[in-house]
């Protein structure tokens, strides 16, 4: 139950941000294809390839800083 509202959390904080990954991304064609149909289709790692090419740190990553301090 946990990796499913895993994956259903991830795939409503990226709905509609397909259009926002950038074509410079480094995602694979057939991925890039994929995510203009139904992200239900899409495999948790493949939802999470096209978070990080949309945004490079999550939330916990950017309030964690770099430790520059």
Same mark, same amino acid.
Do not use: C, H
């Given at each position: 139950?946990? *990796?499913?509202?895993?994956?259903? *959390?991830?795939?409503? #904080?990226?709905?509609?941000?397909? *259009? #926002?990954?950038? *074509?410079? @991304?480094?995602?694979? #064609? ?22 990080? @090419? ?5 939330? @916990? ?9």
């Amino acid at each position: 139950a946990l *990796a499913r509202n895993s994956t259903m *959390a991830l795939t409503r #904080a990226l709905r509609g941000q397909a *259009a #926002a990954v950038p *074509a410079k @991304a480094s995602i694979p #064609a057939e991925l890039a294809k994929k995510q203009t149909g139904p992200w239900g289709l899409l495999t948790l790692e493949e939802k999470k390839q096209l978070y990080r @090419a949309a945004f490079q740190k999550t939330r @916990a990553e950017i309030g964690a800083g770099d430790g520059d301090g």
